[in-house]
């Protein structure tokens, strides 16, 4: 079995480098720390995670809160945040919130429970007495996706109304007047994004029409459907449509279809996330995409500096969107 000392002996350091750099401590420097790191990957050495908690006072272990059910943007993001945790050698500890209060109540009881290092909120919590437990025992937290003016936590967000805005306007640049929207009532981004489509058509000098508006009950293909379907059932005419969510926006699609309506041909779609289906769905999705792989590293690193405390500030940094056009939309004729 290969123990800290081999560790030492093959990186050609003291027993208290290696111990220093598995316990993320400053006082090493990037050639020790990096020669350490390669001799542990090479062995496939595996510290005593109980002994090194005991030592350093510390669990190791991060928190990240995701919806119960989460969609496809989520789990990509998900998926970067767990990946770089691991690059950090941190444990992560998943805690799933239900849409509703109650559920994310019994979601807070559950992380009580458990002595965590620090939190990554992948999902926006409306509740606060998340931010108040998270806050009276000074849990170092990101925010990733989300922002409360009131929460003074380190936030990762984009701009929701402009990338909507771009969304929106990338229509109208082709001849849609009559352009529907397909958004939710849950969480901020959703009325942030409808105030984007709101901006778009007042900047045209197009009237808003609430019978273009559908609010779906969640961020899922099916929920895109059925207010596809709702929408097309009112009868006021529509030729493009904007959805807040790639898979709202994917399940317009397959309802228009449904109805024998082409996309492009009889109806424009523009998305809004770019998940890696976007880019794989017939046709493919005109979308706004959102930085994930970056969003993801990110929240990890701005965490990790607030563990270490190389940073005590909390920082709010709003990171670029990208405006994907794909096949999915044309011009009016």
Known sequence: MVSIKDIAKLADVSVSTVSRVLNEQEHVSIEKRTRVLQAIKQTGYVPNRAARDMVSKRTTTIGVVMPETFNMFQRQLFSMVAHHLEQFSYYTSFYFSSTDLQGERACLNRLKADRLDGIILLHEIMIPEFQTYLEANAIPTVLATFSRKDWQATSITISEEDAALTAVNHLISLGHRKIGFIGGEKYGFASVRLEGYKRALKDAGIDFDEQLVVQAQTYTMEEGAVATRTLIDRATPFTALFAITDELALGAIRA??????????????????????????????????????????????????????????????????????????????
């Open 256 to 333: 228009l279809a449904d109805r024998g309506l082409s996309v492009p041909d009889d109806v424009s779609v523009v998305g809004f996330d770019d998940i890696e289906l976007a880019s794989y769905s017939v046709p493919r999705l005109t979308t706004i995409r959102q930085p994930i792989p970056e969003m993801g590293q990110m929240a990890v690193a701005l965490l990790y500096s607030l563990l270490t405390g190389s940073s005590r500030t909390p920082l709010s940094i709003s990171l670029p969107t990208t405006f994907i056009e794909r096949e999915s939309t044309a011009r009016l004729v």
